[in-house]
């Protein structure tokens, strides 16, 4: 009879640890991938480059978007101040592989496609490298779930993706993924020491209105930290239209080098 009453409880504490969760770490993210972005965007980025002595630089970029066969091409278009106008930089989504990525810079008068080596490396001086900028597929990780807890007015999975890429930049990274939008609302990226290098805090997302009156859930202010240096960058979007068509010539490299269709 004991030997029955302790498979029995053995049993009991299985299920109940299976349906702890109601989703597994990687559906999570699966989900984060597989959420409905706008199939255009328009928008008028303010970027603000905080130092650690309190001085600061603020930046106007121009951000154009689109989402074609569940794939994302962006570009940004940096109109001030001069140490950067003009500088112009495209990413274009790939399935199964890495981005693409090109960058003109106007010293050079010449656009170069950025290598994947290059991923650890700044994005124009801010606090986002260039694979902090890229869409990340969910293969690349490995990803448990941690818990659930509220985190602001947010009600979150958090969930710690590996990759598997030992090469990667960071060890791994902790997201905060609220249940409601599907957006990580906060990440944590560790070092490869294991000490935490950067925090990323979604602090505004806003309810646009597209094509089919569908109404798109968009992140409309970002704050990257990097808490080793004390240096961040804010990002902050001040206008932006969202399934108005934009002409394909804007997600090429020749647009990049010209500034005009």
Same mark, same amino acid.
């Given at each position: 009879?004991? /030997?029955?009453?302790?498979?029995t409880?053995?049993?009991?504490?299985?299920?109940?640890g299976?349906?702890?969760?109601?989703l597994?770490?990687?559906?999570?993210?699966?989900?984060?991938?597989?959420?409905?972005?706008?199939?255009?965007?328009?928008?008028?980025?303010?970027?603000?480059?905080?130092?650690?002595?309190?001085?600061?630089?603020?930046?106007?970029?121009?951000e154009?978007?689109?989402?074609?066969? +569940?794939? #994302?091409?962006?570009v940004?278009?940096?109109? #001030?101040?001069?140490?950067?106008?003009?500088? @112009?930089?495209?990413?274009?989504?790939?399935?199964?592989?890495?981005?693409?990525?090109?960058?003109? /810079?106007?010293?050079?008068?010449?656009?170069?496609?950025?290598?994947?080596?290059?991923?650890?490396?700044?994005?124009?001086?801010?606090?986002?490298? !260039?694979d902090?900028?890229?869409? @990340?597929?969910?293969?690349?990780?490995?990803?448990e779930?941690?818990?659930?807890?509220?985190?602001?007015?947010?009600d979150?999975?958090?969930?710690?993706?590996?990759?598997?890429?030992? +090469?990667?930049?960071?060890? !791994?990274?902790?997201?905060?993924?609220?249940?409601?939008?599907?957006?990580?609302?906060?990440?944590?990226?560790?070092?490869?020491?294991?000490k /935490?290098e950067?925090?990323?805090?979604?602090k505004?997302?806003q309810?646009?209105?597209g094509?089919?009156?569908?109404?798109y859930?968009?992140?409309?202010?970002?704050?990257m930290?990097n808490?080793?240096?004390?240096?961040?960058?804010?990002l902050?979007?001040? +206008?932006?239209?969202?399934?108005k068509? /934009?002409?394909?010539?804007?997600?090429?490299?020749?647009f990049?080098?010209?500034?005009?269709?």
């Amino acid at each position: 009879m004991k /030997l029955v009453k302790t498979i029995t409880a053995a049993a009991v504490a299985l299920m109940v640890g299976s349906s702890l969760f109601a989703l597994d770490g990687t559906e999570v993210m699966q989900k984060v991938y597989d959420r409905k972005k706008p199939n255009f965007t328009k928008a008028a980025v303010i970027m603000q480059l905080n130092s650690k002595d309190g001085s600061t630089e603020t930046r106007n970029v121009g951000e154009y978007g689109r989402c074609k066969n +569940n794939l #994302s091409d962006a570009v940004m278009i940096f109109l #001030s101040p001069a140490s950067v106008k003009d500088t @112009r930089f495209l990413q274009k989504e790939n399935k199964g592989r890495d981005d693409d990525k090109w960058i003109y /810079l106007p010293a050079l008068r010449t656009t170069r496609r950025v290598a994947s080596s290059e991923g650890d490396k700044s994005f124009v001086g801010t606090d986002f490298t !260039y694979d902090d900028m890229s869409t @990340r597929d969910v293969s690349k990780d490995t990803h448990e779930m941690v818990r659930e807890e509220k985190k602001g007015n947010f009600d979150c999975y958090v969930v710690k993706s590996t990759p598997v890429d030992k +090469n990667d930049q960071y060890s !791994y990274r902790m997201s905060w993924v609220d249940k409601t939008t599907w957006i990580p609302i906060y990440i944590e990226m560790y070092d490869k020491t294991g000490k /935490l290098e950067k925090t990323n805090e979604i602090k505004t997302i806003q309810q646009k209105t597209g094509d089919g009156n569908y109404t798109y859930n968009i992140p409309t202010e970002s704050y990257m930290r990097n808490v080793q240096t004390g240096h961040s960058t804010n990002l902050k979007i001040v +206008n932006i239209e969202v399934d108005k068509p /934009l002409a394909d010539g804007y997600f090429t490299p020749n647009f990049l080098n010209t500034g005009r269709l």
